[in-house]
Nanobody, 115 residues
Framework: QVQLMESGGGLVQPGGSLRLSCAASGNIFSIYVMGWYRQAPGKQRELVATITRGGNTNYADSVKGRFTISRDNAKNTVYLQMNSLKPEDTAVYYC?????????WGQGTQVTVSS
């Protein structure tokens, strides 16, 4: 089992910034990819960004140039720095860790972008 604890969501004005964190614990041996997904009301959950243990990253087109994913392997923690936030970024953000044939999800953290 892998436990994921997210933090850092909140309310921010358009153009503002937030930093999300997700700390993994439990059976964390050989975790390779860590990622962030989001789900807006009435929409399907979608990929935001992923990062491998070696630092290779992948971003959704909608966040490229604005969001940065990073990872501290020593702390088993993944971060999502979100800049130039837009109202359409409003969603519940989830951390995801695939491990073997399973996928572990965090509980989600709400990000609301509104004036």
């Amino acid at each position: 089992q892998v436990q994921l604890m997210e933090s850092g969501g909140g309310l921010v004005q358009p153009g503002g910034s937030l930093r999300l964190s997700c700390a993994a614990s439990g059976n964390i041996f050989s975790i390779y990819v860590m990622g962030w997904y989001r789900q807006a009301p009435g929409k399907q959950r979608e990929l935001v960004a992923t990062i491998t243990r070696g630092g290779n990253t992948n971003y959704a087109d909608s966040v490229k140039g604005r969001f940065t994913i990073s990872r501290d392997n020593a702390k088993n923690t993944v971060y999502l720095q979100m800049n130039s936030l837009k109202p359409e970024d409003t969603a519940v953000y989830y951390c995801k860790v695939p491990k073997g044939s399973a996928a572990y999800w965090g509980q989600g953290t709400q990000v609301t972008v509104s004036s």
